[in-house]
C-alpha cells in the first residue's frame, strides 16, 4: 500500500502543517478541528471495518461522512449549526489532501459535495435594562468572592468580551488611570481596545491591588485563574438568584455570551454606530453586528411609532395624481 494513501500521515500534515504553520489558526479553533477528527476516525473505522493504522484515505467514504452527520444529530443530538461545523472540518480535510495529491482530486471533490444543511437563524438574547440591574445587583460585595464576582459581571456588561477573553485577562491588559481601557485577545489573534466605566475601574482597581502585572485579573478560590467554564457558573449562578426578584430573567438563558449581547445591545439604543460595536466587540464582518438591530424591539416599536399611518397621502404624490389620471383616459 502506498505511503500517501493511508489517511495518518495526512491527517497529521493537516494538523500540524496546515492549521498551525500555514493558517496559524488560533488554539480553540485548533482544537474544534481535532475534535471533530477525533469523533470522525473511530466511528469511520467501525463502520468501514478496517483498522485505523490501516485506514486510507479511500476509505473515508462519502457515505460514510453522511452517516457520521446522521450520528451527530440524531444519537449525538448535536445542532444543525454543530453538524454544519464539523462538516466543514472534513471539507477543509478533503481540500487539504486534494490539492496536495493528484491521485485523489475525485475523492477531494465527492467528499466537498457532501451539503450543508440549512439551518434556522439562532435567536439572539438579551437582557433589559432592569434585568441586566438585578443581575448585577446579586453579589454580596462585602465579601471576597462576591466583590470578585461583581467585577466580573459588570466587566463582561462593560466590555461584551467573550468568556475565553476574560479567563485569559491579565492585570497587565489594564489600564486604570485617565484614560481608563482594557486590551482583549480575541478570536483570530487579533487584539482590541474598549473604555472602560469609572465604576469597572473601581471594582477592577480593588481587585488587582498590588499583584504581579502578569497574573490573571479573575481568580477563583484556591487563587488560580479562572476559566471559561468557571466564568459561566458564576453567570449562571447569579442569573438564577436574580429570576427570583425578576420573574421574565427565568425565560431567559442567561450566560456570558448573552451579557455579550445585552452590551451590544444597550450601546446601539444609546445612539452608538453600528461600526463603532463592531470594533467594540471585535466583530470581523458588519454583518455579524447588523443582527442586534433586527432583534431590538424597542427600536423597532420607536420606529413604528414614527410612521404615520392616518392613510393621508403624501404631497408628492397628490401633485401626481392628476396628471396619471390624464394619462390613463387617454389610453
Known sequence: ?????????????????????????????????????????????????????????????????????????????????????????????????????????????????????KTAKTVIEYLEKAEMDALLNQPD???????????????????????????????????????????LHGKGNKFRTCPLWSTTVISLSRLAGARDPAEAVFLNRVNQPLTRFGIHRVVTQYGDLASRSVPSLATKRVSPHTIRHTTAVHLLRAGVDINTIRAWLGHVSLDTTHIYAEVDMEMKARALASVDITGVKSPPLQRALPSLMAFLKAL
Open 141 to 183: 460585595r462585602r465579601t471576597d468572592l462576591g466583590a470578585r464576582d461583581h467585577a466580573l459581571l459588570l466587566f463582561l456588561y462593560n466590555s461584551g468580551a467573550r468568556a475565553d477573553e476574560v479567563a485569559r485577562l491579565t492585570i497587565a491588559n489594564l489600564q486604570l488611570g485617565v484614560p481608563s481601557s482594557v486590551r
Open 1 to 117: 500500500m502506498k505511503h500517501e494513501n493511508i489517511l495518518g500521515p495526512w491527517i497529521r500534515r493537516f494538523l500540524l502543517e496546515h492549521l498551525v504553520a500555514e493558517r496559524n489558526l488560533s488554539r480553540n479553533t485548533q482544537a474544534s478541528y481535532r475534535d471533530t477528527l477525533m469523533l470522525l476516525l473511530p466511528f469511520a473505522c467501525k463502520h468501514g471495518c478496517v483498522a485505523i493504522d490501516r485506514m486510507t484515505v479511500e476509505d473515508l467514504t462519502p457515505a460514510i461522512v453522511r452517516t457520521f452527520l446522521e450520528h451527530l444529530e440524531h444519537d449525538r443530538q448535536c445542532s444543525g449549526v454543530t453538524r454544519n461545523q464539523r462538516l466543514a472540518t472534513i471539507h477543509s480535510l478533503a481540500r487539504f489532501i486534494g490539492m496536495r495529491s493528484p491521485v485523489h482530486v475525485a475523492w477531494c471533490a465527492e467528499v466537498r459535495a457532501v451539503p450543508f444543511k
